[in-house]
């Protein structure tokens, strides 16, 4: 099964220094804003950043104390690299199925601020799953997708108010695209 209408909209790659990463990615790759992530639970052992540049976002993961978080295993296991590619996905629940279908697993155990929570199911669980907006899937290709379905653009609306639209590709629900 594939599933139409998903587009990229965000590269995530973990990080050991955040500023020289910065630093490195607005030379080489013309980022010219970084806008740190504000909704991560206080004494959080990484810190985020987002900045458009290259054609698409970038969201820097710099870690930063001990974690057995999906971020501290992926930098402890590579080293700095893409951890994760977020995706817009109109039809949340088939664009998961479908990756679960190729043999992909749902990653858990993000949970921000807000008590937003991303969780682990079995894919027979996962009809009667209420899907979060939000959610991390290991399709076994060497980085983890990072689903987002209708209603998750509000948090970055809250997040980057007036630059919404210039920091991220907007959500294709929002502009018509691939309708």
């Known amino acids: 099964m594939t599933v139409s209408g998903i587009q990229v909209f965000h590269v995530a790659i973990v990080v050991g220094d955040m500023q020289a990463a910065m630093e490195?990615?607005?030379?080489?790759?013309?980022?010219?804003?970084?806008?740190?992530?504000?909704?991560?639970?206080?004494?959080?052992?990484?810190?985020?950043?987002?900045?458009?540049?290259?054609?698409?976002?970038?969201?820097?993961?710099?870690?930063?104390?001990?974690?057995?978080?999906?971020?501290?295993?992926?930098?402890?296991?590579?080293?700095?690299?893409?951890?994760?590619?977020?995706f817009w996905c109109p039809d949340l629940k088939a664009s998961v199925k479908a990756a679960l279908e190729a043999g992909g697993e749902i990653v858990g155990g993000l949970t921000d601020a807000q008590g937003n929570l991303v969780v682990h199911v079995k894919p027979g669980d996962l009809d009667a799953l209420p899907l979060k907006p939000q959610l991390f899937v290991n399709a076994n290709m060497g980085?983890?997708?990072?689903?987002?379905?209708?209603?998750?653009?509000?948090?970055?609306?809250?997040?980057?108010?007036?630059d919404y639209a210039t920091m991220i590709r907007p959500a294709p629900w929002e502009t018509g695209e691939g309708s």
């Open 143 to 162: 980085f983890t997708l990072e689903y987002f379905g209708p209603g998750s653009e509000q948090m970055y609306r809250d997040w980057f108010k007036d």
């Open 24 to 86: 490195r990615y607005s030379r080489v790759l013309g980022v010219e804003k970084w806008s740190w992530w504000d909704r991560l639970p206080p004494g959080s052992p990484a810190r985020v950043v987002y900045g458009p540049g290259a054609g698409t976002t970038f969201e820097l993961i710099g870690i930063e104390k001990d974690s057995d978080s999906q971020f501290h295993k992926f930098y402890a296991q590579h080293g700095e690299g893409v951890q994760h590619i977020g």
